[in-house]
């Protein structure tokens, strides 16, 4: 599986981006198969930011995010979204999407995007 990042940018607090994630290769080998999206701001740890399955859609965000932005996918295009609303300076990192094709563990890294969120 390869993925591509784009989206990222700079843009003022309380602003909107939206990142994509276009997959190639063999993204849904199980009903879990799911797509993340994972941030490292600087000096921090990478976190996880949100998930969602293929199949059934289910999602999940980190509390930070949570009101404030919405993944989605187009099966069809093998693409996963994120819609990031009302940005906060501490939203600023570099955005990772990653590929869980098995339903265990994001084994597969896109080469992250940067967001820059200015106050």
């Known amino acids: 599986v390869q993925l591509q990042a784009s989206g990222g940018g700079l843009v003022q607090a309380g602003g909107s981006l939206r990142l994509s994630c276009a997959a190639s290769?063999?993204?849904?080998?199980?009903?879990?198969?799911?797509m993340g999206w994972f941030r490292q701001a600087p000096g921090k740890e990478r976190e996880f930011v949100t998930s969602?399955?293929?199949?059934?859609?289910?999602?999940s965000y980190a509390d930070s995010v949570k009101g404030r932005f919405t993944i989605s996918r187009d099966n069809a295009k093998n693409t996963v979204y994120l819609q990031m609303n009302s940005l906060k300076p501490e939203d600023t990192a570099v955005y990772y999407c990653?590929?869980?094709?098995?339903?265990?563990?994001?084994?597969?890294w896109g080469q992250g995007t940067l967001v820059t969120v200015s106050s």
């Open positions: 290769g063999r993204t849904v080998s199980s009903y879990n198969s799911a």
């Open positions: 969602i399955t293929w199949i059934s859609g289910r999602t």
């Open positions: 990653a590929a869980n094709s098995l339903g265990s563990a994001y084994d597969n």
